[in-house]
């Protein structure tokens, strides 16, 4: 019988030459990927994990009881009650954002199961793809009792399924990602560039403000999660490496537009967590500051090893982490109602803390803080004035990333407007267009939301647009988390009477 | 028939969509766009619309303008 160390290189390395079918043919570059390369340049294929399925099986396992464990002792509702309320709603934006976006990680890994061109990544993409399994099993586990005390919690399994503003963006994002991609782009963009770039170290961070709040079952699903991340990101690496060899320019292009794409969704998504709906005595770190210590150094130096250069956008990358997730917030809060979970005004103490994280701009936000909240001040508290305080003319979305034209700075729009074979296009920004003229034949028939109003696919009245297209209720859609009663404006209007 | 725009207000988070009529006159589209964004920005005494890179006159019409359906206008202190 031949040992682990004798039978797993032979298990792991299974190819073989056809004889019936040219390689090409088992392998189509339309759906392999390109730069489409005989075997010979694959066969030295390697990552460091080098697990067998037992040992899979059994890490797993001992994962899932590890959940289990925690869920039992500290996830139930009683427990998910003590939370703070800003924290609950970042609960159910990552709920929503993460379960389905994980299963289309399932239909992305099995494509490269199956067309990766080397057994040790198609058994590794196997794995990643169990992994992506577990992944939208375990939030959906989680957070489905939650549903019968909140039923925005019904959003977890919802969201992908309806045409919300943000669930069509993060729909385009991940069918481009995911459902309809070759293996080699698929391995590169979600492996190397989303998850090594991105949500390895961002579970890690969320893990950290989970622990924070206090809310010690979503600390150990997304460390849970971010184990098995760590592994089949490694796919990754030298499937880049290979593409490397041959076309170093493709390469940067894909990194180039995976980073920007990554970055647009995972700064709402983490940014807002971060720096709005975690208590103030209870974030450890601002979200800029998060991106500078564990995405931005490990990044470059990744990109360094590989030989690559940073993306040719990298000044308005920097420039936007003083900035974007702030106006997407802001916007976001005046346009709740649009989405399925609940907000909070930054008070006084709260934007005195943004002031020192984020000098930049600031005072334009808190110009902008100043009039939401006076408009409360005006209306009064109360769940009946939601409505007086909310946003009542459509706003835009960007034709690439469809998320709201909210880049650049409160001062100067970045958006920008492009004709393309007689169609008008309107992009939050330079990398966005750009993005869209590398292959707008990939882009150019999707329709924003704007496009879907006024060509009357969408309803153009906003309580019609939130039931009917958004599938929201007045029970589910977003409101401020105090209704406006905060005790620093009742302060406010004590002191001006 | 109206005609839709994309209007950014210097000061606001997001560009919004106004609907205007081909015979309002510039300086009533910023208005139109001022009154949209007041949640989030404070009216100002004096604004100027500006389009293609252009300080617009803010007595000509949208017509008169050139202003078409899915174009880009600013409005900015001034």
Known sequence: MLSREEWLPLARKLDWDYSYVREDEVFPEVISGRPWLPHSEWQEWEESFKTSYREYVDNQYEKDMAVYAVRDAVGRLENIQK?????MNSLKVHAAALALAEFTGVIGNLRGARFGRDSAWRTMATFGALDEYRHTQIPLLLFHQLVRWDSQ???????????NWFAVAARHFFDELTVGQNAIEFHIATNFVLETGFTNLQFVGLASLARESSDHMFERMVTSIQTDEARHAQIGHPVLATVMKHDPKYVQYLVDKWFWRSWRLFSILTGLSADYLTALDQRPYSFKEFMEEWIIDQFLRTLHEFGLKKPWYWDTFEDELDIYHHMIYASAYTYRATLWFNFVIPGPAERKWLRQKYPKYWDDMDAVWEQVSERWRTTGPGA???????????????????LPLSAGTPRKNSARVLVHEGRKYIFCSDPCQWIFLQEPERYASHKDIVKRVLSGEAPAQLPNLLTEYFRLTPDTWGRDVHSGDYEWLRARKTSAA | ????????????????????EEGDTLQALARKLEDAASLRVAGRDRVQL??????????????????QALDRFDVISG
């Open chain 2, 1 to 20: 028939m109206p005609i839709a725009l994309y209007g950014f207000l210097q000061g606001d988070t997001v560009g919004l969509l106004i609907l205007a």
């Open chain 1, 153 to 163: 919690f019904d959003w977890a399994h919802k969201f992908y399924h309806t045409n």
């Open chain 2, 50 to 67: 500006v389009y293609n890179g252009k300080t617009m006159d803010p007595t000509m019409t949208v017509a008169q303008a050139g202003l």
């Open chain 1, 83 to 87: 939370l703070a309320a800003p924290w």
């Open chain 1, 384 to 402: 009946a004035n939601e409505l007086a305080v909310h946003g009542t003319a459509m706003p835009t979305f960007c034709d690439l990333c469809q």
